[in-house]
């Protein structure tokens, strides 16, 4: 889907039928947010994706995970087989950080916007320009490869509260969605 000219969906295909979903960026933020919540069981995660994301939520539950799953990937089937990357940020860690560079980068208020499609969110996090958020992704990400000058390693003895993320979390999501995807083949 070319979102240029397609524009962005408001909603997915299940048994032949267009279902309307919730598609602003807040609404896939907190089913992202259970998807990294360890005290919550699969079933309670999947409960959360398909009540958040679905106004209506349909008969056909395997169709409708799958298609959010699908959704929240911005229309791309999850790649279960890509390898395991570090994790680099954290929506619920980073907030103030991405809040500030959507604002600083675009003029966007994130707690003020009355709505920004996911795929819209998506698109323009990944172009952030210059900001704390992405010295912060810099740093974390040479870290990970070892690359890190001698002034950053003293940055990040200083400050690990700032570079530090919870691994646990990144896997307890990678877990989840690699599992949803054995189930859907």
């Not at 600083?104 to 969110?121: P, Q, V």
């Amino acid at each position: 889907m070319n979102i240029i000219l397609d524009g962005l969906p408001k909603a997915v295909k299940i048994d032949g039928a267009a279902v309307r979903i919730n598609t602003d960026f807040r609404v896939c933020l907190k089913i992202l947010r259970a998807f990294d919540d360890e005290r919550l069981t699969d079933s309670e995660r999947l409960t959360v994706l398909a009540t958040l994301l679905y106004p209506d939520v349909p008969e056909n539950t395997a169709s409708a995970i799958s298609q959010g799953l699908k959704f929240l990937n911005m229309g791309k089937e999850p790649d279960k087989s890509r390898g395991k990357f570090p994790q680099i940020y954290n929506f619920e860690k980073d907030a103030q950080y991405i809040f500030s560079a959507f604002k600083s980068s675009f003029n966007i208020d994130l707690s003020r916007i009355e709505y920004l499609h996911w795929w819209a969110f998506r698109s323009l996090f990944s172009d952030l320009g210059e900001s704390f958020f992405n010295t912060l992704i810099g740093l974390r990400t040479r870290r990970s490869k070892g690359k890190l000058t001698k002034e950053e390693k003293e940055f990040v003895r200083e400050h690990p509260e700032l570079i530090e993320l919870e691994e646990r979390n990144s896997k307890a999501a990678e877990d989840f969605i690699s599992k949803i995807g054995r189930r859907g083949k």
